[in-house]
Nanobody
Framework: QVQLVESGGGWVQPGGSLKLSCVVS???????MGWYRQAPGKQRELVAT???????AYADSVKDRFIISRDNSVNTMYLQMNDLEPEDTAVYYC?????????WGQGTRVTVSS
């Protein structure tokens, strides 16, 4: 059974930092990974992807502030979020996919407010 478990969310003041983690179990071989988020009343949107180590892509809204990485040796993906803004408030989801098979985590909530 494939499981993606996110952690690291919480409350932070504007300008602060958080680091999210996503641990994958039950999935072997080569697979792409990414972070998505869904703010209240909005559709889920892409934040960053890392199809393979060293290959990354970011939404314009987070470029230069967020860093996505993965450590395949421990089946974990990370999202370092710096200079957080109230607009970053959302539930952040981990996604893994290979071909047309997609897996989602349950999400971790990030709240940015003063």
């Amino acid at each position: 059974q494939v499981q993606l478990v996110e952690s690291g969310g919480g409350w932070v003041q504007p300008g602060g930092s958080l680091k999210l983690s996503c641990v994958v179990s039950g999935l072997s071989g080569i697979y792409a990974m990414g972070w998505y988020r869904q703010a209240p009343g909005k559709q889920r949107e892409l934040v960053a992807t890392i199809p393979s180590p060293g290959t990354t892509a970011y939404a314009d809204s987070v470029k230069d502030r967020f860093i996505i990485s993965r450590d395949n040796s421990v089946n974990t993906m990370y999202l370092q979020m710096n200079d957080l803004e109230p607009e970053d408030t959302a539930v952040y989801y981990c996604k893994s996919w290979r071909g047309t098979t997609i897996y989602w985590g349950q999400g971790t909530r990030v709240t940015v407010s003063s």
